[in-house]
């Protein structure tokens, strides 16, 4: 067996499962957490604090948004970049298909491919600039986050560089770096793709059984 | 040596002969598709057809001179242009050898083309003076200027070693860019390394990397190098974009400019003034703008080759593509030098958005002054001297 077979084959299957059960090891061990009992009488609706706060912090609000215009949109672009990249280019749909679960979807053109990869790069890097510009950011930001942001931008940098699908050694570079993503992933702030809803949620039914209105 | 540059003497010449009569080959092909070989397949005029053409000088004329233009005739195609008649090929045995045919079709004899979408130029012989301007002249020293600035570079800090701040920090710091400045500028930067590396890449990749890395290596890392830059070509226009119109504030050119020139920007011992962007800034922000606009232009031509069909103009792009990006190489790698280990105290106005008191009134002093409302007092010379007000507050 080949390194690039090696790399296709069982590193693949290897990264993946470290990937799932790190998550869900990660994602149950925060529920299990749980809350202090709060013995003060409801105000209002947990439950629909849970869903008020993770559909309000979507958008940012007046005060900030003028602060922060720069980096909420870099925020959108990568992350609805990234998400289209991963499930819709059309490399990666015809892997899913072949690879993981049999079924396919239907694949963006490759000018849709290049136009969602330049929009996620865009944000990618004015996020990351923005990391080591503010005084702030710099101060809270560490190894984790720098370490997170550089492997999901080589990933996706060498994704492109293979997009001619001609070398079989580029192929084997991006699924490489995946795989040390992958592994990566699940012992890292690159968690927060999962537990995003769990913190806005917590917040938002604290505040929502409180009668607070977010 | 002479050679070379004829041949890129050569292709200027005819590509600005081109662009002088551009209208003619960009109206349509087609008509140019004439005589190839006979007077029966070459008539003098061609045939008119009803679909509109564009003026003539005639025709401007005329209505300068309030005169009426014939309507048919406006509504009528040009005539082609003459056709330089090609001699029959007889073969071998015949009056006319093939010499001659090439001959002609080299200088520029049209044939019947064998579809609508063919151009019936048959030779376009600047090619072959693009191709040697490419080869001979641009591959083999455009990389010499970033190389040799980047050695005059190494030199200088040699020489001169890191400029210091006179008296040291003052410990005091003035706001200097914005945190959309920052990341303005870190954006454009950054893109810029990826399409500086990935296009040096492709540029001097074949006579530079190939001896080196070998064919498979170097087939896939150009591989790689002409999908990245081509994926970064857009996203580079949009910094483009962006840090123009953030920095274009402040860096129109003023009288303390022509100062700061005359006065060496500080380096012939005296001090240079310069407000919140000194001339030699506001020389690589107009640089960015102009040459980063034409590397843009180029490169959307180069990317999109369907935009132009003239395929002069395509070749005219990769050589002005080339010459801008070993400019704009060239003098990013001063401004990176001198913005980080050439000069104490400048990098931190775009990593912190701040600098040092006294760093702003010995490189900035007319900023300085309207910043802060003091007086700038310099030293005596160019040294690294402290000047005295620096000196009273260091003790």
């Known amino acids: 067996m080949g390194l690039v077979e090696f790399i296709e084959g069982p590193a693949f299957w290897f990264a993946l499962a470290v990937f799932v059960a790190g998550a869900l090891w990660r994602f149950v061990g925060i529920i299990r957490i749980g809350h202090k009992p709060d013995l003060a009488p409801p105000k209002g609706s947990a439950g629909w604090g849970w869903i008020r706060g993770n559909l309000r912090h979507f958008f940012p609000r007046g005060l900030f948004a003028e602060r922060t215009w720069m980096h909420v949109l870099g925020g959108y672009a990568f992350h609805l970049g990234l998400f289209a990249v991963m499930f819709f280019a059309a490399p990666h749909v015809d892997f899913i298909r072949e690879r993981l679960i049999g079924v396919g979807w239907p694949a963006l053109p490759r000018w849709g491919f290049i136009i969602a990869a330049e929009i996620a790069f865009a944000g990618l890097i004015v996020l990351w600039v923005r990391r080591f510009s503010d005084p702030v950011m710099r101060l809270i930001s560490d190894w984790d986050d720098h370490v997170g942001s550089w492997l999901t931008f080589l990933v996706m940098l060498t994704g492109c560089l293979a997009l001619e699908r001609a070398h079989v050694s580029l192929r084997a570079l991006h699924m490489g770096l995946v795989e040390l993503w992958l592994i990566y992933f699940p012992f890292s702030r690159l968690m927060h793709a999962f537990t995003f809803m769990l913190s806005r949620g917590a917040t938002g039914a604290s505040y929502g059984r409180k009668g607070m209105t977010l | 040596m002479l050679r070379q540059w004829m041949a890129g003497l050569t292709f200027a010449l005819s590509v600005m002969l081109s662009a002088a009569f551009s209208v003619a080959p960009m109206v349509a092909p087609a008509q140019e598709a004439n005589a190839p070989g006979s007077e029966a ?115 200088f800090y040699l020489i001169r070693g890191r400029i210091r701040i006179r008296g040291g920090r003052s410990g005091r710091t ?139 103009y395509h070749q005219l792009a990769t050589i002005l593509h080339a010459l801008g990006a070993v400019v704009m190489i060239a003098v990013a790698l001063g401004h990176i030098y001198i913005g980080s280990i050439g000069m104490e105290g400048a990098l931190d106005s775009m990593l912190k958005g701040e600098v040092d008191e006294n760093w702003a009134r010995e490189h900035h002093d007319l900023w300085y002054e309207q910043v802060t409302g003091k007086k700038a007092v310099h030293g005596g010379g160019g040294d690294d001297t402290p000047p005295p007000a620096a000196a009273a507050e260091q003790t």
């Open chain 2, 41 to 155: 397949e070459a008539p003098a005029t061609a045939p008119a057809t009803d679909k509109p053409r564009p003026g003539t000088l005639e025709d401007i004329l005329r209505r300068q001179q309030g005169l009426k233009l014939d309507p048919e005739r406006l509504l009528r195609r040009p005539a082609p242009p003459a056709p330089i008649p090609l001699p029959p090929q007889l073969g071998t045995l015949g009056r006319q050898s093939d010499a001659d045919l090439w001959r002609a079709l080299k200088s520029g004899a049209y044939a019947r083309p064998s579809s609508d979408t063919a151009s019936g130029k048959l030779m376009q012989t600047a090619g072959e003076e693009w191709r040697r301007l490419r080869r001979e002249v641009i591959l083999k020293y455009a990389p010499w200027l970033p190389a040799g600035v980047l050695g005059l570079l190494v030199l």
């Open chain 2, 174 to 312: 003035i706001p200097r860019f914005s945190m959309s400045h920052r990341i303005a500028h870190w954006f454009l930067a950054s893109v810029f390394i990826l399409m500086a590396i990935s296009g040096l890449m492709i540029l001097i990749g074949r006579p530079v990397l190939l001896p080196l890395l070998g064919h498979e290596v170097h087939s896939v890392l150009l591989s790689a190098a002409l999908q990245g830059h081509n994926l970064f070509g857009p996203v580079f226009i949009l910094a483009l974009l962006i840090a123009i119109v953030r920095f274009m504030r402040g860096n129109f050119f003023q009288w303390a400019d022509v100062k700061w020139i005359l006065r060496g920007g500080g380096m012939l011992g005296v001090h240079a003034p310069a407000h919140h962007y000194n001339f030699g800034e506001k020389t690589w922000y107009w640089i960015v703008v102009f040459v980063g606009l034409g590397m843009a232009a180029t490169g959307l031509l180069l990317e999109f080759p369907w935009l132009v069909e003239t395929l002069l």
